[in-house]
Nanobody, 122 residues
Framework: VQLQASGGGLVQAGDSLRLSCTAS????????MAWFRQAPGKEREFVSG????????YYADSVKGRFTVSRDNAKNTVYLQMNSLKPEDTAVYYC????????????????WGQGTQVTVSS
């Protein structure tokens, strides 16, 4: 199983980025997907997630209204559209897959991507 995350970069405050995470080696439609992030010196935290379909999405309060998560089951890919980025969004972003049910608890995830760096300058 492999989760390949991409799309990170260095941007200015107020800019947008779209992260992608493409899965291989698993039955993508059977996995809930989520994004977590970890800033330097901080614990990894939940950012956003969605269940087997795109009908139910979940967001951390800190990103609600700015980030949008979606999935394309035909492409085995989950996206995180990040708008109005802030310096406090700077972190390594990880995608994760959990069989069947979405959770905000990172300990419950089965597979992880390698992470993609997002840096937002003020």
């Amino acid at each position: 199983v492999q989760l390949q995350a991409s799309g990170g970069g260095l941007v200015q405050a107020g800019d947008s980025l779209r992260l992608s995470c493409t899965a291989s080696g698993l039955a993508f439609i059977a996995y809930a997907m989520a994004w977590f992030r970890q800033a330097p010196g901080k614990e990894r935290e939940f950012v956003s997630g969605l269940g087997l379909s795109s009908s139910r999405t979940y967001y951390a309060d800190s990103v609600k209204g700015r980030f949008t998560v979606s999935r394309d089951n035909a492409k085995n890919t989950v996206y995180l559209q990040m708008n109005s980025l802030k310096p406090e969004d700077t972190a390594v972003y990880y995608c994760a897959a959990r069989f069947s049910k979405m959770s905000i608890d990172d300990r419950l995830y089965d597979y992880w991507g390698q992470g993609t760096q997002v840096t937002v300058s003020s």
